[in-house]
């Protein structure tokens, strides 16, 4: 059995939604945060020391990382996700994997822990909205006429660049970055991405 480690209103989301659409039996333990730090319970901490989600558990397992979780899923479960190894569009892949929990998290963050402080934070802004505009045209820019990013097909790619192309929707930034806008639009509309979301919880 497959168990999945998942936070509530966390990136862990994508991963219970690539179960779902590879079909597989999974078990979710969910984690609430708090509701005034937002904060990850200490019980997550014995599951992972920095109290992260996602943890998955499988074949005796423990794996953390969303596009680590991604990888190891797929290579075992959907290999349709993946681009040929060795590919042009497989080092598109990798890069797009990585993009989203690296490049494109950082200004993501700044812009939700500086938004925090107020006018405290406010010299930070210009640096922040203009390091998000840019990784936000990147993925527009990136997006094929097929809607997806790597191939004309949903693929790993897709399923790990949902959450930070989802954050143009949750800033409303639709008009200014409309294929990102459609491709969030048309992800979330899937039934497996809607089965994913009664099992997390909600969103």
Known sequence: MIRIHHLNQSRSLR???????LGLDYEVIRYERDPKTRLAPEALKA???LGKSPVLEMEGARIAESGAIVEAICARHGPDLVPEAGSEAYLRHLEWIHFAEGSAMTPILLNLYVGLLGEA???LQPR????????FQLMEDGLRPSGHFVMDQLSAADIM?????????RLGR???FP???????EMRS????????????GD
């Open 179 to 185: 294929k990102l806008a459609a491709f969030v639009a």
């Open 161 to 169: 660049l949902i959450f930070p192309a989802g954050v143009v929707t």
């Open 128 to 135: 922040i909205q203009s390091e998000l505009t840019s990784h």
């Open 174 to 176: 639709e008009e200014e």
């Open 15 to 21: 991963v219970i939604w690539l179960l779902e659409e």
């Open 121 to 123: 934070g406010a010299p």
């Open 47 to 49: 599951i992972h020391p």
């Open 190 to 201: 899937r039934p497996a991405f809607q089965r994913a979301l009664q099992a997390a919880g």
